[in-house]
């Protein structure tokens, strides 16, 4: 599979690492970066060819990635437009929705849009996939032997709810380090050493997720299962219940999903 990037940033190297690490030729991949250093780095790290702008192997690409900023998109994508001949358009910026990306595009239909997070980063992220109307399946496979390369992927035939998949795991790693980060700073707080507080705090989130992702047991149960009556982790889920955390928890992640919304109608609107 002949992959082209547009941008070349963290993304973007996440996912030429996945592709390379599943046996993907270096050859096959391009990168059109407009930072010359940034440009030299990817060359170097992975062996593969960079431009400033693409190009002619743009043109024989079977997969186009677009990898930059949603506020530099419509510009980025310009150059393609002589390019583009029945490659599978991919869009991982946060925000774009797909007749926005079509309309700069020229009415280019065959597109993708992906909203993947930061853990692609060490190939454990997870990925929301829609696909434009009439997508073949042939396209459709690509896109996740793509997503799939650096963690899991779900598709969703309503586009409207990756704004939901952008506020639950887009967004959703920073939630996570957020709870860790209060949990290390409770431990140093007790008396903890800082190398103590981090090693507890992270192996101990680091250690649920993967209890409770080895099996289907509905999160609540597990969380039932270390709560011993009179305890100290009831106690502690009573403080917590009692600050209605949960609670405050669903509204931020609600709060992300229309900030969402806001910025597909902003970035989408015409000049």
């Not at 082209?4 to 030729?25: D, K, Q, S, T, Y």
């Not at 926005?100 to 009415?107: F, H, I, P, T």
């Not at 997870?126 to 042939?138: D, K, R, W």
């Not at 680091?206 to 209890?211: D, E, I, R, T, Y």
Request: aromatic share 4%.
């Amino acid at each position: 599979m002949k992959t082209g990037f547009v941008g070349g940033g963290n993304m973007a190297i996440a996912i030429i690492g996945g592709l390379l690490a599943r046996g993907h030729a270096a050859g096959d991949i391009v990168v059109a970066e407009r930072d010359p250093g940034q440009r030299e780095r990817l060359a170097t790290r992975f062996g593969i060819r960079t431009e400033a702008s693409p190009g002619a192997q743009f043109a024989s690409a079977d997969v186009i990635v677009l990898a930059v900023k949603p506020q530099q998109m419509r510009e980025a994508v310009a150059p393609l437009l002589p390019l583009l001949g029945g490659q599978l358009v991919v869009s991982i910026a946060a925000g774009i929705r797909l007749a926005d990306l079509s309309r700069w595009l020229g009415g280019y239909g065959t597109l993708v849009r992906a909203m993947p997070n930061t853990p692609a980063l060490v190939h454990a992220g997870i990925t929301g996939l829609h696909a434009a109307a009439g997508i073949s399946g042939a396209h459709r496979d690509a896109a996740t032997a793509l997503l799939s390369a650096v963690g899991d992927v779900v598709w969703f035939e309503d586009e409207a709810m990756l704004d939901a998949v952008t506020a639950v795991s887009g967004s959703g790693p920073a939630y996570v380090f957020y709870f860790i980060e209060a949990l290390e700073q409770a431990a140093r707080e007790l008396g903890l050493t800082p190398a103590q507080a981090r090693q507890l705090a992270g192996q101990t989130f680091a250690g649920s997720v993967k209890l409770a992702m080895a099996g289907d047991e509905p999160f609540a149960v597990l969380r039932e299962r270390v709560t011993s009556r009179g305890g100290t982790t009831e106690r502690a889920l009573g403080a917590m219940h009692a600050a209605a955390v949960k609670e405050r928890i669903v509204e931020a992640v609600k709060a992300a999903c229309e900030r969402s919304r806001e910025l597909g109608d902003t970035l989408g609107g015409d000049p």
